[in-house]
Nanobody, 116 residues
Framework: QVHFVESGGGLVQPGGSLRLSCTTS????????IGWHRQAPGKQRDLVALITTGGGTDYAPSVKGRFTISRDNAKNTVNLQMNNLNAEDTALYYCNPPGVGPDDFWGQGTQVTVSS
């Protein structure tokens, strides 16, 4: 299973922006569809953005138009540009292929807090 390291989170005011990154040393990175998932306190972990091996993207309705996922296969990196953030975006954000189960490997994630 591929292991990712997430970074880029922080505290931001409503309406602000953040750019998250995740990277892996997995040499076969480009064979995976990759998703950004998030988990708010007391809630389940949800997939919010997905990028396929071919560069196709899909987004949860709650973030569509505000978040943009991208990948750089040469750098084994997936980024998530988040704009117009609101309090509901506050969560721990993780990177993993879609369909990874709760008992599989999940990195430490990166915390995003939206607050004034």
């Amino acid at each position: 299973q591929v292991h990712f390291v997430e970074s880029g989170g922080g505290l931001v005011q409503p309406g602000g922006s953040l750019r998250l990154s995740c990277t892996t040393s997995e040499s076969r990175f480009n064979i995976y569809d990759i998703g950004w998932h998030r988990q708010a306190p007391g809630k389940q972990r949800d997939l919010v953005a997905l990028i396929t091996t071919g560069g196709g993207t899909d987004y949860a309705p709650s973030v569509k138009g505000r978040f943009t996922i991208s990948r750089d296969n040469a750098k084994n990196t997936v980024n998530l540009q988040m704009n117009n953030l609101n309090a509901e975006d506050t969560a721990l954000y993780y990177c993993n292929p879609p369909g990874v189960g709760p008992d599989d490997f999940w990195g430490q994630g990166t915390q995003v807090t939206v607050s004034s």
